[in-house]
T-cell receptor, first 114, second 112 residues
Framework: GESVGLHLPTLSVQEGDNSIINCAYS??????FIWYKQESGKGPQFIID?????DKRQGQRVTVLLNKTVKHLSLQIAATQPGDSAVYFC?????????????FGKGITLSVRP | NAGVTQTPKFRILKIGQSMTLQCTQD?????MYWYRQDPGMGLKLIYY???????DKGEVPNGYNVSRSTTEDFPLRLELAAPSQTSVYFC???????????FGDGTRLSIL
């Protein structure tokens, strides 16, 4: 079936380094993608989104890259900080139209070493 | 704005009991959603609503019911609690479908 998945369950990075979190999706019809951050004991928090007519979008310290050819999505975090430690989820919208809804991946834990 | 507010934050139920998880949003969003999140897993959609009076099943609707009588409120009902329903439940809302969803902080439910 269609699915959104993440390559690695955990990622450990040194404070100050750049982090790259990868996500593969299987539905070529997906037209909207989101990255969420979830801290312990809290709900997911929106980070950045991208639509399928773009291949890159930048926010504050974060960049999302979309490669539709290989159905790959990545989140880059510049100068990773301890506050970036959390679980990160990618989500895709696999259905166009008014009733479209998101499908979430399983999540990857980012751990920042001091 | 408070955003999405869920109550209660924690609850322990006995098998067979019923309860309602409350969710309200003050952003005038049309779409609302209920998810469950099991340990180490992603979010699974239980039910969603595209507007007042309209609800639809998600990926895992069995054992749950919802209603949407107002734009602001989207309660989730468990009629006969089962241990398999032990989970963290998140409510979310968005203006439309292909737009970021705003989440509450969850209800942690244990059924013993």
């Amino acid at each position: 079936g269609e699915s959104v998945g993440l390559h690695l369950p955990t990622l450990s990075v040194q404070e100050g380094d750049n982090s790259i979190i990868n996500c593969a999706y299987s539905n070529s019809a997906s037209d909207y993608f989101i990255w969420y951050k979830q801290e312990s004991g809290k709900g997911p928090q929106f980070i950045i989104d991208i639509r399928s007519n773009m291949d890159k979008r930048q926010g504050q310290r974060v960049t999302v890259l979309l490669n539709k050819t290989v159905k790959h999505l990545s989140l880059q975090i510049a100068a990773t900080q301890p506050g970036d430690s959390a679980v990160y989820f990618c989500a895709e919208n696999p259905r166009r139209g008014a009733n479209s809804k998101l499908t979430f991946g399983k999540g990857i834990t980012l751990s920042v070493r001091p | 704005n408070a955003g999405v507010t869920q109550t209660p934050k924690f609850r322990i139920l006995k098998i067979g009991q019923s309860m309602t998880l409350q969710c309200t949003q003050d952003m005038n969003h049309n779409y609302m959603y209920w998810y469950r999140q099991d340990p180490g897993m992603g979010l699974k959609l239980i039910y969603y609503s595209v507007g007042a009076g309209i609800t639809d099943k998600g990926e895992v609707p069995n054992g749950y019911n919802v209603s949407r009588s107002t734009t602001e409120d989207f309660p989730l009902r468990l009629e006969l609690a089962a241990p398999s329903q032990t989970s963290v439940y998140f409510c979310a809302s968005s203006p439309q479908g292909s737009q970021p969803q705003h989440f509450g902080d969850g209800t942690r439910l244990s059924i013993l």
